[in-house]
């Protein structure tokens, strides 16, 4: 371990590549039995990528007998769900989450997995990515874009203020990532996943008041691709509104770099306007997703 680990939650260097990463306790010395499902820290407030994806709402998600909560991470504060308590660990934290007895339950004696620091073992954040630490994943930020990284990525441009509620923040561009079990799907194929998505993903981009709805949609692609080394699929449509600018939709779901048997969501959102980013942005960031650096070889080992 390094000096420069403080205590604190960090993924289960342990972790056997089945179900679920969970983080297991750093206690500034040496990894303890506490185990718990990690919150995934996305944003909270209304943006709505893509013009519309609403990160906007804290979601709340039953993954492997724990819960994500989706709440803002843009501050720099983080997810106060995830904050470490003070000191060591009160007995049995993962416990308090209905994970009754995990901590030991790779058998090794409580050391958590040997003597690997918090940094060793991990997704690691890297410049010029938007990297999504839950799902293993690293998306590429362009010029001029903002990218956010957590348990859960998001690359956006463009902001404006919504038509239907100018109150809100709506953006020109962007692309959100999830595991698949974090926006309540369960198909168990990248295919089957990308086509239940992608009515939700229209709905919440370009529905509800902010929109007026959709009035129309017309399905521009639904086909197999290769993300980050895995077989995925993707589903895009091209949505009519009654409110503000149309916009184009997609919905891609592959296999985590992490675990074959977790499944990745990206969500993204186009404004049909001069002032929004072309297509063929889309595809290039799509191309640039890659497994992110020190997240592991997506074998289940």
């Not at 492997?64 to 989706?70: A, S």
């Not at 999830?178 to 370009?206: G, H, V």
Request: with cysteine; net charge negative.
């Amino acid at each position: 371990m390094t000096q420069t680990s403080p205590p604190g939650w960090h993924p289960d260097p342990g972790y056997s590549g089945f179900g679920p990463r969970h983080e297991r306790w750093w206690d500034g010395t040496q990894w303890t039995d506490h185990l718990r499902v990690p919150p995934a820290a996305v944003r909270s407030r209304r943006i709505r990528v893509g013009a519309g994806i609403t990160a906007a709402v804290v979601v709340l998600a039953a993954i492997g007998g724990g819960v994500y909560l989706l709440t803002d991470d843009s501050d720099g504060k983080g997810d106060t769900a995830a904050t470490a308590p003070s000191g060591s660990p009160s007995p049995g934290p993962d416990r308090q989450r209905g994970g009754g007895g995990e901590g030991d339950e790779r058998g090794d004696g409580g050391n958590g997995g040997g003597s690997e620091s918090p940094e060793q073992g991990q997704p690691q954040i890297e410049e010029g990515y938007a990297t999504d630490l839950a799902s293993g994943i690293s998306i590429p930020v362009p010029d001029g874009w903002k990218g956010e990284s957590g348990m859960g990525a998001g690359v956006t441009t463009g902001s404006y203020a919504c038509p239907g509620d100018t109150k809100q923040t709506c953006v020109r561009g962007g692309i959100f990532s999830a595991p698949a079990e974090a926006l309540k799907l369960t198909t168990k194929t990248a295919k089957a996943t990308a086509e239940k998505d992608i009515e939700s993903n229209a709905d919440e981009s370009y529905g509800e008041k902010i929109y007026g709805g959709i009035t129309s949609h017309e399905e521009l692609k639904s086909e197999a691709v290769t993300v980050a080394g895995q077989q995925g699929y993707r589903v895009r449509w091209k949505v009519v509104t009654k409110n503000g600018d149309d916009g184009y939709v997609e919905s891609l779901a592959f296999p985590s770099p992490l675990a074959k048997d977790m499944l990745v969501v990206i969500r993204s959102g186009f404004d049909i306007n001069s002032k929004a980013p072309s297509l063929s942005v889309l595809d290039k960031i799509t191309k640039g997703i890659k497994a992110a650096s020190g997240g592991g070889s997506g074998t289940n080992a």
